[in-house]
């Protein structure tokens, strides 16, 4: 909601950041950390994007230095030059 507020010009950059930087200090469980999901804003900011959902797992790919697999076509297209892509067929069972 804040990227999209700033996508909008409702609020600055900053102002959003402090916002979120506030909303990760609230006591709460959380997927990710700090790093992944200012990743994340970062990547949707690039791309043009209007939320950083998509972006989250691009986000997790970067930082793993890692190749996203998918069977979704769409999210291909919108990883396609942003993280390597690696077909379902790459992965193994151990």
Not at 21 to 41: C, F, H, I
Not at 66 to 74: F, K
């Amino acid at each position: 909601m804040l990227f999209a507020a700033v996508r909008r010009g409702d609020l600055t950059e900053a102002d959003a950041l402090e916002r979120h930087e506030g909303l990760t200090q609230l006591k709460m469980r959380l997927l990710g950390d700090r790093v992944s999901r200012r990743t994340a804003w970062r990547i949707a900011q690039e791309q043009g994007w209007d939320t950083t959902v998509d972006a989250e797992y691009l986000a997790v790919t970067r930082l793993q230095a890692d190749a996203l697999v998918t069977v979704d076509p769409d999210m291909a297209a919108r990883a396609r030059g942003v993280v390597p892509l690696a077909p379902v067929e790459s992965l193994s069972v151990s």
